[in-house]
T-cell receptor, first 115, second 114 residues
Framework: AQSVAQPEDQVNVAEGNPLTVKCTYSVSGNPYLFWYVQYPNRGLQFLLKYITGDNLVKGSYGFEAEFNKSQTSFHLKKPSALVSDSALYFCAVRDIRQGTYKYIFGTGTRLKVLA | DAGVIQSPRHEVTEMGQEVTLRCKPISGHNSLFWYRQTMMRGLELLIYFNNNVPIDDSGMPEDRFSAKMPNASFSTLKIQPSEPRDSAVYFC????????????FGPGTRLTVT
């Protein structure tokens, strides 16, 4: 079955330190992977995606993600965290089984950046 | 572009009443998704349309829920009759149909059923 897992409910990091939010996936065929961020009382916002090509994908607000096929992971990273990065982060995979192109979301990871 | 538009932003209703949530997708997008988000269950896909046709409604909780997309620029999600356990934030999202495109979410409708 197509699925994504976010093993951490919450990640705490000090401002200025690098951050990593983990995501692993299970898909049949080529994975189409996405990261979204949700600020309080807002809808989800697209950050970045992996379709094909370079394993390091760069996105909005200084975020990047590393696709690792052997470890079936797509971890979100940022070299230097900001307090304003505090939010809920979702990893998602596009289900490309025949007849359905829906997105499958992880359970979300709450990132807290401490000043 | 104004993005995905949802109305109302907040809805408070009494148990048993009919509730209709509305969504206008981004112009040109041909896929539309309705999600529900709660603390307990997280983000759940309710139904997914492609070119105005429902493709997957396996997430619709029960017959009290129905969704329509009469044209490319409008969709509704209706709950009749509403129950307190339907209280949640309901999101609409749209996308181009190709697999590599991301979704764009609306601001959501916060529904409270008393």
């Amino acid at each position: 079955a197509q699925s994504v897992a976010q093993p951490e409910d919450q990640v705490n990091v000090a401002e200025g330190n690098p951050l990593t939010v983990k995501c692993t996936y299970s898909v049949s065929g080529n994975p189409y992977l996405f990261w979204y961020v949700q600020y309080p009382n807002r809808g989800l916002q697209f950050l970045l995606k992996y379709i094909t090509g370079d394993n390091l994908v760069k996105g909005s607000y200084g975020f990047e993600a590393e696709f690792n096929k052997s470890q079936t992971s797509f971890h979100l990273k940022k070299p230097s965290a900001l307090v304003s990065d505090s939010a809920l982060y979702f990893c998602a995979v596009r289900d490309i089984r025949q007849g359905t192109y829906k997105y499958i979301f992880g359970t979300g990871t709450r990132l807290k950046v401490l000043a | 572009d104004a993005g995905v538009i949802q109305s109302p932003r907040h809805e408070v209703t009494e148990m048993g009443q009919e509730v209709t949530l509305r969504c206008k997708p981004i112009s040109g997008h041909n896929s539309l998704f309705w999600y529900r988000q709660t603390m307990m269950r997280g983000l759940e896909l309710l139904i997914y349309f492609n070119n105005n046709v429902p493709i997957d409604d396996s997430g619709m909780p029960e017959d009290r829920f129905s969704a329509k997309m009469p044209n490319a620029s409008f969709s509704t999600l209706k709950i009749q009759p509403s129950e307190p356990r339907d209280s949640a934030v309901y999101f609409c999202a749209s996308s181009f149909g190709a697999v590599w495109y991301e979704q764009y979410f609306g601001p959501g409708t916060r529904l409270t059923v008393t």
